[in-house]
Each structure stands twice: as structure tokens, then as C-alpha cells.
């Protein structure tokens, strides 16, 4: 049974999520970190659950390797993949092969979030949490 909490986690997960630029990713742990939710595994359930992939991108949200997810809800690893390289995301194979497992070149295209950013979060995180011990 979902909390208060964790549909807030939801919205703010999306909210995140929402803000990365075309052309750019962010990793789970990435989003977790700045969200300041313990599991990035939690961060992937939450985007699975993802049902407006137009304002919501999660194709933009890979692992922290770079690798896709063969589980992306909206046409697996070759859709988001498809997805990304439309945006201009670079690769690079692995084992000189991009069948086998393609990744995201982190250097070119990992999403730098500035500081005014993660503070903004992290008060909408603790603000949260204050207006739920009324509850």
C-alpha cells in the first residue's frame, strides 16, 4: 500500500526526471542521490511505472555504467536506445561490438546537475517530510 511518502517520491522522481535535456542522461544512483532516496533500484521501479514518456523522458536515465536497460517499459533496449541516438547521445561498444552490450559515453553526455538544482530537491524533500507529521 503506497505512503504519502512514497507517492511524493514518485512526483519528485518524475519532476527530476523531467528536467534532464535533450542530449543529455542521468544514471539511477545519480537520481537517488540527489533525491536523497537510498536505493537507485527503487528509482528504476518508479520509472517503469512511467505512463507519459513524452513529459516524463526515463529513456534518459541509464545505468550507472552507461549500459540501457533491456527492461525500458517503452520498447526495451532497442527503444531507448532508438530514442537516445535521436537525441544525439553518443555510444561506444563494448567489446568492440554494439550488439552485445552498447553504453552511453558518460564523459560526453552524463547531465551535470548544478548545486542551486539539488538544493531546490532537497528542500522540497525535507519540506515534504515536515508537512506529513500532520498527517
Known amino acids: 500500500m503506497p505512503s504519502k511518502n512514497n507517492d511524493f517520491d514518485f512526483k519528485l ?6 528536467l534532464i535535456p535533450k542530449g543529455k ?5 545519480k537520481v537517488a542521490e540527489i533525491l536523497s ?6 528509482i528504476g521501479r518508479i520509472l ?3 505512463k507519459n514518456p513524452k513529459k516524463v523522458p526515463c529513456h534518459r536515465v541509464v545505468f550507472a555504467d552507461g549500459a540501457l536497460s533491456k527492461s525500458y517499459v517503452f520498447g526495451g533496449l532497442k527503444g531507448q536506445c532508438l530514442r537516445l541516438k535521436n537525441e544525439g547521445i553518443e555510444f561506444y561498444p563494448v567489446n568492440g561490438r554494439f550488439q552485445d552490450r552498447i ?7 552524463l547531465w551535470q546537475v548544478n548545486q542551486v538544482l539539488k538544493i ?16
Do not use: E
Open 25 to 29: 542522461v542521468l544514471t539511477y544512483g
Open 120 to 135: 531546490y530537491f532537497f528542500l522540497l524533500k525535507i519540506f515534504s517530510k515536515l508537512s506529513c507529521l500532520d498527517c
Open 48 to 50: 517503469h511505472q512511467n
Open 13 to 18: 522522481v518524475y519532476h527530476l526526471v523531467s
Open 37 to 42: 532516496i537510498k536505493s537507485p533500484r527503487l
Open 103 to 109: 553504453k552511453v559515453n558518460l564523459r560526453k553526455s
